[in-house]
C-alpha cells in the first residue's frame, strides 16, 4: 500500500468514524458478533481484529480446533473493513456518516483463503490490509495469527466499492 509523501501528514480518523466502523462490524453485521470478532485497530494502512476462542467455534471436537469457516467469516470482515479504512481515508473531506453509509455499497466478489496450521489456541489475532483501491473494485490481503503470534491462515479478496 502506497504511504503518503514525507510532506503529507498521516490520516487520522475521527471518533466517529472509527467508533461508527467499529459499530456497523461488530454488533451490525450479526454474524461477526457471533463469532465474537472485535476490532483493536482502524488505520488507512490497515486494520486489526481478535476473536476469543469459545466452545461453539470449535470445528473440531477431538483436537479442539477453530471450525474453518470463523477462520474465513473473520479474514472477510477484515478484508471488508480495511476497505472501509481505505476509503474512509480517501473521502475525507466528507463528513463521518457519509463516509460510513458507503459500507452499503460493500461486497465480497472473491476470497481465497490458505489454511497453515491448526487453529487451537485461547484467542486469535486477525489483521487486513488493501493492496489497492480503485474507484470499483479493491484488492486486499490478511492473516489470521494464533495467540503464540503463528501464522495459522492467510486469505485475500477482491470486494466491489461502487
Known sequence: MSRPPVDQAPVVFEPEFADGLCQLFEQQVVF???IGLKLLNIAPEGVQGRIEMREELIGHFGHRRIH???IS???DAMGGIAVMAAIGARHMDEPPRERLQRFGKLGTIDLRIDYLRPGI????LLSGEVMRLGSRVASTRMAFHGADGKLLATGSAAYIVS
Open 68 to 70: 474453518g469457516g470463523v
Open 32 to 34: 461477526n458478533r457471533v
Open 121 to 124: 489456541g485461547t484467542h486469535f
Open 73 to 75: 467469516a473473520g479474514l
